[in-house]
């Protein structure tokens, strides 16, 4: 119950850090309209399901490396080391991964909207869409996480942040595109049954993995 | 297995089943497959590749939990070591891999992106030399060691859902998938098992040679500088 509560005033701290500031998620959102932009005046107005599909992933890619990149890279040690003496090393995790997550969700929502205003709706199968932006902003949130965290110990951690992620991502985009794919396509749910099995059992590893690994990274 | 790294009866093993491959690999019979022909025998030299570089790989990663759980710093010496040597094979796999597919899919590159296989370790690849990127940018050893380890551990995983996971989701022309067999399908009288897996011991211990003397460099180097590892 204590690790809980812990986890979200974590959480609550960091909710509370973005409603003051207000320019990180604003900034995210500037960046989501400009890629949106840039992408229509490229494309226009008509876009083939397929292209669609891999530009609004090629979004999301770009948008969750700034969105979750800064989660660890931006808190200054000093603060960090406070939060440590404060709360356990998974409660700290745990909540920024939450707070990424919901994040990541937000903007695949709000992607989806904008790319959908600019360049029309392939998608027929709305409720896999769906599930596969939950599913992939948690997948996308969870590794940032972890990989921003194992950045931030090095130098020169922007472009690590990049060069480490990208590779990781990969399987999990080519199963997004896949269930998308597939979402244009048909309108039945049990298509992409087995893929958003696959994805969850993903998420479900990476968190885990995460919650093992990051008491051994924080130690400084 | 720490205890075997002076040793030379695994080495002499090595150079056994090395001699053995290169010979018999080239002589024996095989079967006559259309299209493949003798292309076939790439199986004793391609295929060891990569069992190879996942077995270094494997290892390696023992060998980071195991420094996780204890500190010492040999064990970090290990996984990289061997992490080293699983890049060179991974390399070379690709290196056979084209040579074989210059003749099977007439193009010597253009299918890495197109076979989800061939892919897959691509991404693997990559993850491994963003590693020694990590560790050339941290400073401190005992922290290089330490998020080495975890990015490790972390990275495997996901390189096993990228050569396990996504090729099963996907067709490929690789042998193995997607109805194009592999050697079990075709093999009867078991001739190229009789080559295929001395080939694997004899390339997994040459890696394992290999490694063995980067790490004991390393040791020295320590010991140069009056490091207890």
């Known amino acids: 119950m204590q690790f809980w509560a812990t986890v979200g005033a974590m959480l609550r701290k960091d909710l509370l850090m973005e409603w003051r500031q207000r320019y990180a998620i604003s900034g995210i959102m500037l960046y989501l309209l400009c890629i949106v932009f840039i992408l229509f005046m490229t494309f226009g107005q008509d876009v083939q399901g397929p292209v669609w599909v891999v530009l609004y992933w090629i979004i999301m890619l770009f948008t969750a490396v700034n969105a979750v990149a800064k989660s660890f890279l931006q808190e200054g040690q000093g603060r960090m080391l406070y939060y440590y003496t404060l709360a356990s090393p998974q409660a700290i995790i745990l909540a920024k991964m939450f707070y990424n997550m919901g994040m990541m969700v937000l903007m695949a929502i709000l992607a989806a909207i904008l790319h959908g205003i600019t360049s029309g709706y392939p998608i027929v199968n709305t409720p896999s869409f769906l599930l596969a932006m939950l599913l992939g902003g948690i997948a996308f949130a969870a590794s940032f996480s972890m990989i921003s965290a194992i950045a931030s110990k090095a130098s020169n951690s922007g472009t690590l942040m990049a060069i480490l992620s990208f590779p990781m991502l990969i399987p999990i985009l080519i199963i997004l595109i896949r269930i998308s794919l597939n979402a244009i396509q048909s309108d039945d749910l049990r298509v992409n049954l087995q893929d958003l099995v696959y994805l969850t059992a993903l998420d479900v590893m990476i968190v885990g993995l995460a919650l093992v690994l990051f008491p051994y990274l924080w130690r400084d | ?229």
């Open chain 2, 1 to 229: 297995m720490l205890k075997h790294l002076y040793s030379n009866w695994w080495k002499g093993l090595a150079v056994i089943f090395l001699l053995y491959t290169f010979s018999f690999g080239l002589l024996n019979k095989v079967p006559n497959v259309v299209i493949l022909h003798e292309t076939i025998r790439n199986l004793y030299y391609h295929v060891p590749c990569w069992f190879a570089m996942l077995f270094l790989m494997l290892v390696s990663l023992v060998y980071s939990i195991k420094y996780l759980r204890s500190g010492r710093l040999m064990y970090d010496i290990v996984a990289v070591a061997l992490l080293r040597v699983a890049l060179v094979f991974g390399v070379l796999g690709y290196l056979t891999g084209m040579l074989w597919g210059n003749y099977i899919w007439g193009d010597l590159i253009s299918w890495i992106l197109g076979d989800t296989k061939t892919l897959g370790t691509a991404i693997g690849l990559l993850m491994y030399f963003a590693y020694f990127i990590l560790r050339g940018s941290i400073d401190d050893e005992e922290k290089r060691a330490r998020v080495a380890a975890v990015y490790s551990i972390f990275a495997f995983t996901l390189l096993n859902v990228s050569i396990n996971v996504v090729p099963r989701l996907k067709s490929s022309l690789h042998p193995g998938s997607g109805g194009n067999a592999t050697f079990t399908v075709y093999d009867l009288d078991s001739g190229l098992r009789m080559v295929f897996y001395p080939a694997v011991i004899g390339y997994i211990l040459l890696g394992l040679w290999i490694s063995s003397v980067l790490i004991r460099m390393q040791i020295l180097h320590y010991k140069k500088n009056n490091i207890t590892v």
